[in-house]
Each structure stands twice: as C-alpha cells, then as structure tokens.
C-alpha cells in the first residue's frame, strides 16, 4: 500500500542538477531544439563565472548542426550584449529578488527575454521552450515563475513596440561593475551613454583586400555575386584596402578568400597599420633611393598573433622588408604560420618568433647589435575593452585587478621595444582598449617616469579623439571600427 506520508522519488534529473543551474552533463540528455537553448543557458553561465568564450565556444557546440550553431551564437552573443537592459526587464517583472542562487534562472529568462525582442520566434514557442527547459531539468517548483515572468516581459515589450528601453548612465552605474565605473570617470557622460550602445550593437565586419588584387576587379567580383559593400566616409582616416560588408556572410564563401585575395580585419586594426605606413611612406623609405632599395626595411611585429597586422605589413610594405614577427604563446604562433600560409604570404623574408619580447633572444638582439629596427608595431595584450560588441564574454571576465597587471607588462614591453629601435626608428603602440589606464596615461608614465627618450609623431587626427598622447577611437554605435588606442613615437636621431 502507497504510504501517503513518503515523498515520491525524485526523477534521475531532479537528483543530479545543482541548486546552481545547470552543467553541461545535465543538459546533455535534453532533446532537439530545447537542448540548443539549454546549451547556450549553460555556456552563458560559464562566462558570467568568468570563462572566456575563446575556450568553450567550439567545444559547446562541437556537435550542432550549422543551423543549430547561427541560431546559438546569435542567441548567446545578442543576450551577453544586451544583458543588463534584459535583465531590468526580468526584474520588473519578478514579486521579489531571486536569491543569489538563483542566479542562473535569471540568466534564463533574460536568454528568453532577448528571443521576444530581437528573435524571429513566436513568443509563445520561446516561453514554451524556455519553460520546459526548466521543466526537464527537474526544477518543477520554478516552473510557474519562470511562465509569469516570461509572459510579462512579453507583455511590456509589446506595450513598448518591441523596443527596449534605452537605460540611464545611474542604471549602469549601479549595477557596481567597476568597468561602468571606469569608463565613467574616463569618458563621462559626453560618452559614456554611446560605448553602452555600442557594446550593444553587433558589429559590422570589414575586409582588408590585398594589393594582389586590384580593387576594382575586386569590387566587381562581389557585385558579380550580389554581395553589397560600404565605403568608409572621409570623416575616418583612409584606409585604402579596407570595405565594410553590409550583410554578415560566411567567410569562407568570399569570392577570393582561399586564394588568400582578403582577410577580415575591423577598420581599427587596419588603420593602425595604414597610419605606420603612412609615416614610413613620409619619412621617404619607400623611396626609389631610399632605405627599401639598397638595404631593406627591418620591423618587429612585436605581438604578433594571430598575424592580422603582419599580414597587412607585408601586404603594404615593399617586398624585400625584412618582419620579425614574434608572440609567446607557440600555439598563437602556429595561426600566424597558418594566416600566412592561406595568405600565401610566407617567405624568407618573414620570420615566426615564438619569444616573450621582454626576455633576451638571440635573433632579436642580433638586430639591436646591428643598429635596431627601423619600426616596431607593438599591439600590446590588453584588456580588449574596445572590442566588447565582437566578445562581450570580456565584460564578464575582464576583472579589475587584471589592469595593472596589464599596465605592467605595457611598460616593460615599450621600455624593451625603445632599447631595440634605431636612432631616428619608429615605434607604433597599439591597443584595442579604451581605458586611459593602459593608453595615454600609460604613455604619459612612459615619456615621464619611464624615462623614455621618444618623441610623440602627430599622425591623421581622423583616427580619433586627440588624447595629452596618441589617438583613441571609442566605439560609438555611428563611428567605423573598434575601440583601439594608437600612439606613434620616434627615437630621436
Ligand atoms: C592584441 S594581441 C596581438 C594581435 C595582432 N597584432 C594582430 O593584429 O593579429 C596581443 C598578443 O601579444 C602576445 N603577447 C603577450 N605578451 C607578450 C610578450 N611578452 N611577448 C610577445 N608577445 C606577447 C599575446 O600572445 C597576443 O597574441
């Protein structure tokens, strides 16, 4: 006979799933469509808890269908960029705060807040799935709040025409990120409001066309295959080679990209080479009679990896330029050899250095010995704080303590580029950061403290806002490109 008092058994999942949420193992057993979601659920929490993307993305995903994976990214990044507006909406519809560790349903229903406003899913299918993931992961007793708090963001946001509320800078500010607070005292509210808005925006993809190719046959090509093109305006610095794609495609696709004929490359990160070269072409180095001819240029790509900028150096400069291309990390190394083999850009004239800069090495000080380089590009590791909108994981495991950290390895790293440049050479520092902290204090601290004897080289003022040292690009939702820093300096002669 049943005894009414016994409790019945809990399902094989109500034993195995955390009061945290839901691991990876958990949502393996969860069928079609819902298992997609509750992956995403998963990958999303890993990130808040400080996982980067770069290591678990592939292995999430590792066995979706190519349809299953657009559906996941669009779904993991759109909510990661819009997380804390979404979030304002769940809470406004929840009675009470969820405990903190309910931490991860509110992740969930901010994952199916972002399907109701900018997915093209029927709102009862998303709060049907969303429910049932909850469901099936045996937290019956959450079911209802999450089916309540889901009909009400659907129901605000219908009252509101689909839009969500733009926040006020005290909304962020409160939310005591310490990055909100940050680039509030960096930027303040002449700017502030346009870096959130363009955290949250997808941003668009730029390419970098080779020289090999000539841009008007290039163009034709892709109108050939009705693939439309934006030309940068001339309120950015020129950057020749570099076209924005109005539509995201699959890159492989691109008519001349396994021939190497293009790479994808943001408009920053293209700028920064250009405007080197620029000063090169202005020092007279390219000249017929100059340096390139008789005795060949010699850089250091002093942070190199994955190459982006290495193989537009090549790609610019003449070809006999001796590039050092060096990076510390062998495995990051290897995607430069890789970039630059699909490039088809390897050659003799370009060497692949695994070395930590800062350390002695035998090859790079063999070029100090004999004069230095003519020109280093140091695109310094950073807190990649402009590049929030392409991996808004960074918001989430970016902490503060990491700064200084970074700041201290700047120093070292443009203290050791100045030792190996040649009197009258031309030193790039680059970051794709948009913290004082790491760029014109930092440069400040360099000519200063650091002792530094460099001089500051005026560049195009259309690469950014002028700062007391270089240019900062901030990355506003109407301005090309990234968030990136660049300064030029020279060695006095
Ligand atoms: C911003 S990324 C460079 C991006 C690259 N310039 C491009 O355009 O593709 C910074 C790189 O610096 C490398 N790095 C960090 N510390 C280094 C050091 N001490 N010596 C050499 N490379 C270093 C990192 O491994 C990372 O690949």
Same mark, same amino acid.
């Given at each position: 006979?049943?005894?009414?008092?016994?409790k019945?058994?809990?399902s094989?999942?109500?034993?195995?799933v955390s009061?945290?949420?839901?691991?990876f193992?958990?949502?393996?057993k969860?069928?079609g469509?819902?298992?997609?979601?509750?992956?995403?659920?998963?990958?999303?929490l890993?990130?808040q808890?400080?996982?980067?993307?770069?290591h678990s993305l592939?292995?999430?995903?590792?066995?979706f269908?190519?349809q299953e994976?657009?559906?996941?990214l669009e779904l993991?990044?759109g909510?990661?960029r819009? &997380?804390?507006?979404?979030?304002?909406?769940?809470r406004?519809c929840?009675?009470?705060?969820?405990?903190?560790?309910?931490?991860w349903?509110?992740?969930l229903l901010?994952?199916g807040? &972002?399907?109701?406003t900018?997915?093209?899913?029927?709102?009862?299918?998303?709060?049907?799935?969303?429910?049932?993931i909850v469901r099936?992961?045996?937290?019956d007793h959450?079911?209802g709040?999450a089916?309540?708090?889901?009909?009400?963001?659907?129901r605000?946001?219908?009252?509101?025409?689909?839009?969500?509320?733009?926040?006020?800078i005290h909304?962020?500010?409160?939310?005591?990120?310490w990055?909100?607070?940050e680039?509030?005292?960096?930027w303040r509210?002449?700017?502030f409001?346009?870096?959130?808005q363009?955290?949250a925006?997808?941003?668009?993809?730029y390419?970098?066309i080779?020289?090999k190719?000539?841009?008007?046959?290039?163009?034709q090509?892709?109108?050939?295959?009705?693939?439309?093109?934006?030309?940068?305006?001339?309120? !950015?610095?020129?950057?020749?080679q /570099?076209?924005q794609?109005e539509?995201?495609?699959?890159v492989s696709?691109l008519p001349?990209?396994h021939e190497g004929?293009?790479?994808i490359?943001?408009?920053?990160a293209q700028?920064?080479?250009?405007?080197l070269?620029?000063?090169?072409?202005?020092?007279?180095?390219?000249?017929?009679?100059?340096?390139?001819?008789s005795?060949?240029?010699?850089?250091?790509?002093? /942070?190199?990896a994955?190459?982006?900028?290495?193989a537009?150096?090549?790609?610019?400069?003449?070809?006999?330029?001796?590039i050092?291309? !060096?990076?510390?990390e062998?495995?990051?190394?290897e995607?430069i050899?890789?970039?630059?083999?699909r490039?088809?850009?390897l050659?003799?004239?370009?060497?692949?250095?695994?070395?930590?800069?800062?350390?002695p090495?035998?090859?790079?000080?063999?070029?100090?010995?004999?004069?230095? &380089?003519? !020109?280093?590009?140091?695109?310094a590791?950073?807190?990649?704080?402009? !590049?929030?909108?392409?991996?808004?994981?960074?918001?989430?495991?970016r902490?503060?303590?990491?700064?200084?950290?970074?700041?201290e390895?700047?120093?070292?790293?443009?203290?050791?580029?100045?030792?190996?440049?040649?009197?009258g050479?031309l030193?790039?520092y680059?970051?794709c950061s948009?913290l004082?902290?790491e760029?014109?204090?930092?440069?400040?601290?360099?000519?200063?403290?650091?002792?530094?004897?460099?001089e500051v080289?005026?560049?195009?003022?259309?690469?950014?806002?002028?700062?007391?040292?270089? &240019?900062q690009r901030l990355?506003?939702?109407?301005s090309?490109?990234?968030?990136f820093y660049y300064?030029?300096?020279?060695?006095p002669?």
């Open positions: 006979m049943n005894n009414p008092k016994k019945a058994a809990p094989s999942s109500q034993k195995k009061k945290k949420g839901p691991s193992d958990d949502v393996k969860i069928p469509q819902l298992k997609t979601r509750a992956q995403v659920l998963v990958l999303m890993e990130v808890k400080g996982a980067s993307l770069q592939d292995r999430a995903f590792q066995d269908s190519p994976r657009g559906f996941a993991l990044m909510s990661l819009d &997380y804390i507006p979404l979030q304002m909406e769940v406004k929840l009675a009470k705060p969820l405990k903190s560790s309910g931490k349903l509110e992740a901010v994952l807040a &972002y399907q109701l900018s997915m093209n899913t029927p709102a009862r299918a998303v709060i049907h799935s969303m429910v049932e099936t992961l045996g937290y959450l079911v709040l089916n309540g708090v889901l009909r009400g963001v659907q605000n946001i219908e009252a509101a025409n689909g839009e969500l509320k733009p926040l006020a909304d962020y500010l409160n939310e005591g990120h990055l909100h607070a680039l509030f005292k960096n509210k002449e700017y409001p346009g870096i959130m363009g955290y925006s997808k941003p668009p993809l390419m970098r080779s020289r190719v000539s841009m008007e046959s290039y163009l090509q892709l109108q050939d295959e009705e693939i439309s093109v934006r030309f940068l305006p001339d309120t !950015v610095m020129p950057v020749p /570099c076209i794609l539509e995201s495609q699959r696709d001349g990209y004929l293009l790479s490359q943001d408009y920053s700028a920064c080479v250009q405007a070269v620029n000063q090169i072409e202005t020092e007279g180095w390219l000249q017929a009679e100059g340096v390139a001819k005795q060949p240029l010699k850089v250091l790509d002093a /942070c190199a994955p190459g982006g900028k290495t537009a150096l090549i790609d610019l400069l003449p070809e006999k330029t001796m050092h291309a !060096v990076d510390i062998s495995s990051r190394v995607r050899r890789e970039n630059m083999h490039l088809n850009v050659s003799e004239n370009l060497a692949l250095i695994c070395a930590d800069l800062s350390k090495h035998e090859i790079i000080d063999q070029v100090a010995h004999d004069g230095g &380089y003519d !020109v280093i590009l140091l695109d590791p950073c807190s990649g704080t402009g !590049v929030i909108a392409r991996h808004p994981d960074i918001f989430w495991c902490r503060e303590e990491d700064i200084q950290v970074l700041v390895t700047q120093r070292h790293l443009l203290k050791r580029a100045e030792a190996l440049l040649k009197p050479g030193l790039m680059a970051t948009i004082k902290r760029n014109t204090d930092n440069i400040e601290w360099f000519m200063t403290e650091g002792g530094s004897q460099l080289v005026p560049m195009d003022a259309r690469l950014g806002l002028q700062q007391a040292y270089g &240019y990355p506003l939702p109407d090309d490109g990234d968030g300064v030029l300096l020279r060695k002669r």
